[in-house]
């Protein structure tokens, strides 16, 4: 299983980025997917969900109506969309699946929201 993240940055309060995460190794189309943060000094947190297909999704409290998560099953990428961005959202975004009970992760794209 192998992750490749994009589209981290540096944006300043209030603005957006559009995480991708591309997916090789395993069935992509199979599995669900998770977006996961971890500011500096914290633990990891999860911040969104999207099922196998698509058709469900779950966020944090702290992000529902400001990001989005979804995919691409075609391409094998799933996206994080992050909007009205906060300071204390600086972090490093990894994407997550468990493939046969083993977690998996990206290498981290890192998000700075700063003025």
């Known amino acids: 299983v192998q992750f490749v993240e994009s589209g981290g940055g540096l944006v300043q309060p209030g603005g957006s980025l559009r995480l991708s995460c591309a997916a090789s190794g395993f069935t992509f189309s199979s599995y669900a997917m998770r977006w996961y943060r971890q500011a500096p000094g914290k633990e990891r947190e999860q911040v969104a969900t999207?099922?196998?297909?698509?058709?469900?999704?779950n966020y944090a409290d702290s992000v529902k109506g400001r990001f989005t998560i979804s995919r691409d099953n075609a391409k094998n990428t799933v996206y994080l969309q992050m909007t009205s961005l906060k300071p204390e959202e600086t972090a490093v975004y990894y994407c997550h699946t468990r493939v046969n009970f083993y977690d998996s992760w990206g290498q981290g794209t890192q998000v700075t929201v700063s003025s």
């Open positions: 999207i099922t196998f297909a698509g058709g469900s999704t």
